[in-house]
């Protein structure tokens, strides 16, 4: 019986093996493929002291009980320990079972491979096959190790909080642990599950990733292990805890996505974007597009006439969809009213909002709304008849955020009530995009009488069986998911969604850093973005209307801008760059994208390639170079990926090598009124 599995990714590999007593599996190399062929650089080599032999062995899994100092990734109350019982693999899993003789504890340990990506899925099965209840209080989804040296770890993560998302943050860990965490039973604002580690000895050498596929409570740990080596713990947070697993029950981890480049940060990124493309599946190819979303026009004050003067401006753009977000329902007239009655006020569309609807299809536009299905408020209807369908501890009181409550996902009857009002939303007008939006973290998490239930896991299953409800039975439907900005974009939410709304921020250089960081994460066919006013709500610094809609020209192009505003010039050059924006989306959204350079350089660009075209969108971020008023020479964007030897023509016909655009770079003059720019290369 073999002891030791190769797991073959496109271009890198991953390989395990058992100690020798078969008490836990060891990663033995991960990296490009065939570097499994030599010593191990993850094996611990000296004496161990102190500790347990698996407290210095790069362990993929553990119970605490087997390994009590060095941090595991089950916790188990009254301990746990396990043996090596079976390898029940199939052709498209590598599944390994370890079983705990005392207290009946199975473990299957799970991993997949991504066809055509460098993603390697990780998950556990538990099953309680003993006699007693398991009491669960950490739940890890994997232990990743990372052969980093003496000089320890640089950690990238994205961090921030509401309306400052995805920001970009880099620390070298010497010794010791870095923690990021959400109780907002969505991943959150504030951190991402998501986390990448480099030897700290090179500026951006080989990056090793880890994804948490997880749309609830989670944790990420990562540590200097006592061998000198880096893991990261990462997994759901059992929250309320503990998680109880009762005789015959079964539980299944999230999954855990591992990726690897020696390519660096952008290499890995590129990896990601792979994964992302590829959970989309065939439904990359959908357009996805143009939006008009009035929300920062007009706020909670929908009234059909000025909506239909917004989308008629927004039509002559160009615009082929127009979204009405908060504030078209019964009770709706500012924050503290109306969630839960998913009714249209009809007194507010002359002839009726299926009239209303009518008119704007009328224009050209396809029709989409905006729902916060698990949200309610206390002054509604569906409160006044269920006040038992929220989160709630009896004899306390409820706590107001956004002057909401959250409903109680997990119940069967929320679940029906959701699913029923969606079913009739869609089948009683032609929507074909829904944005789904989530406004606050739950309090007095509790459902009285039901003092174990695991509350998160059964609230984020459900709403993901709403979001496959929503794509099988409507299989046209676009669905934006948005957590007040980007507090949900995991990978169980994007592998169900066609977009995600990365932040409410849509001011200019703000969101050049929020998207250079969602870019970190994800692919571009994913980032929903707007050109809005400037200066906005947020960034008080102005950027051109050039600027903004190069900016959102990087993923999926919107606008929320107030069109009664904008003037005839501005329109004229909204429609040439909506038209330009539409020539170019496929490349855009299904190309391979490399951010070139970021918002702290003076010129930020990113760049798009598929087949014989690249796409260059470029930003200038303030700093002046000088030219044409003395001397000085022109800002240069190096290309990334291009055959050195092969010729790029540019629509002015200059034609550039390879060699030189990689090198040397492509030219741009920036001006004041010049700040950003498209650049489209063939290859001739
Ligand atoms: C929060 C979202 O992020 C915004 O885009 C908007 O939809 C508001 N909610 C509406 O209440």
């Known amino acids: 019986m073999t002891n030791r599995w190769t797991l073959e990714l496109e271009s890198t590999s991953y390989t395990v093996a058992l100690e020798p007593q078969r008490r836990w599996l060891e990663l033995v190399a991960w990296g490009p493929r065939g570097v499994e062929h030599g010593p191990s650089p993850l094996a611990n080599r000296g004496s161990v002291h102190f500790i347990t032999d698996a407290d210095a062995a790069p362990v993929e899994y553990a119970p605490r009980g087997l390994r009590p100092f060095s941090a595991a990734d089950l916790g188990v109350a009254g301990e746990s320990w396990w043996r090596f019982a079976a390898d029940e693999s199939t052709d498209t899993q590598l599944r390994l079972a370890f079983v705990d003789e005392l207290t009946g504890l199975r473990a299957v340990q799970c991993y997949r491979a991504e066809p055509g990506t460098d993603v390697l899925c990780r998950w556990v099965e538990l099953t309680n096959t003993g006699t007693a209840a398991i009491s669960i209080d950490r739940l890890g989804s994997a232990g990743v190790c990372v052969p980093t040296g003496e000089r320890g770890a640089r950690l990238t993560y994205l961090t921030g909080q509401?309306?400052?998302?995805?920001?970009?943050r880099s620390t070298v860990l010497e010794a010791g642990s870095f923690r990021m965490e959400s109780r907002f039973g969505v991943p959150g604002h504030q951190y991402v599950p998501w986390l990448t580690v480099q030897d700290a000895a090179e500026t951006d050498g080989p990056a090793y990733g880890v994804s948490l596929a997880w749309s609830g409570s989670w944790e990420l740990d990562a540590e200097i292990e006592p061998s000198g080596l880096t893991r990261v713990r990462a997994g759901r947070l059992a929250n309320p805890g503990p998680v109880v697993l009762e005789p015959g029950a079964s539980l299944t981890t999230p999954e855990l996505a591992l990726a690897s480049s020696v390519d660096g940060l952008g290499g890995l990124a590129g990896v990601w974007h792979a994964y992302s493309r590829k959970l989309a599946g065939p439904r990359l190819r959908n357009r996805r597009p143009v939006l008009y979303?009035?929300?920062?026009?007009?706020?909670?004050?929908?009234?059909?006439?000025?909506?239909?003067?917004?989308?008629?401006?927004?039509?002559?753009?160009?615009?082929e969809l127009f979204v009405v977000d908060d504030g078209w329902f019964v009770g709706r007239d500012d924050d503290t009213g109306g969630l839960g009655d998913w009714t249209p006020e009809q007194s507010s569309f002359e002839g009726g909002f299926g009239a209303f609807v009518e008119s704007v299809r009328a224009l050209g536009l396809d029709f989409g709304l905006w729902v916060e299905p698990e949200a309610i408020s206390p002054k509604s209807k569906l409160y006044a008849e269920h006040p038992d369908w929220v989160y709630r501890i009896d004899g306390r009181p409820a706590t107001l955020i956004r002057n909401q409550l959250l409903l109680d996902l997990g119940k069967t009857e929320v679940f029906e009530y959701v699913r029923g009002f969606l079913d009739e939303l869609l089948t009683a007008y032609p929507i074909s995009y829904l944005k789904w939006d989530m406004n606050r973290p739950p309090t007095e998490r509790g459902r009285p009488g039901e003092p174990t239930a695991d509350l998160d896991a059964e609230h984020v299953a459900n709403y993901h069986r709403l979001l496959d409800h929503l794509r099988d039975t409507y299989p046209g439907l676009i669905v934006e998911s948005c957590a007040g900005g980007g507090g949900r974009t995991d990978l169980a939410t994007v592998s169900r969604s066609d977009?995600?709304?990365?932040?409410?921020?849509t001011a200019a250089l703000d969101r050049l850093r929020i998207q250079d960081g969602f870019l970190l994460m994800h692919a571009p066919h994913l980032m929903s973005s707007w050109v809005t006013d400037a200066p906005g709500v947020f960034d008080?610094?102005?950027?051109?209307?050039?600027?903004?809609f190069v900016l959102a020209m990087a993923g999926v192009l919107g606008i929320g801008a107030d069109l009664s505003r904008w003037s005839a010039e501005q329109r004229k050059e909204a429609a040439e760059l909506i038209a330009r924006y539409k020539s170019l989306r496929i490349t855009i959204h299904t190309g391979r994208c490399r951010v070139l350079s970021g918002p702290t350089e003076p010129t930020a660009a990113t760049q798009y390639t598929l087949g014989e075209q690249t796409v260059v969108l470029a930003w200038s971020t303030g700093e002046l170079v000088g030219t044409p008023l003395v001397p000085g020479r022109s800002s240069r964007i190096r290309l990334h990926g291009l055959d050195a030897a092969a010729t790029y023509r540019d629509e002015d016909g200059q034609e550039y090598s390879g060699a030189h655009l990689t090198h040397v770079g492509l030219p741009v003059e920036w001006t004041?009124?010049?700040?950003?720019?498209?650049?489209?290369?063939?290859?001739v």
């Open 162 to 168: 509401w309306s400052q998302e995805f920001t970009r």
């Open 293 to 319: 979303n009035s929300w920062e026009a007009t706020g909670f004050e929908v009234l059909g006439s000025r909506q239909l003067d917004l989308a008629r401006q927004a039509a002559d753009l160009g615009v």
């Open 499 to 505: 977009v995600v709304w990365p932040s409410d921020n």
């Open 540 to 548: 008080p610094r102005p950027r051109s209307l050039r600027f903004r």
């Open 672 to 683: 004041a009124e010049r700040d950003a720019d498209v650049f489209v290369l063939t290859r």
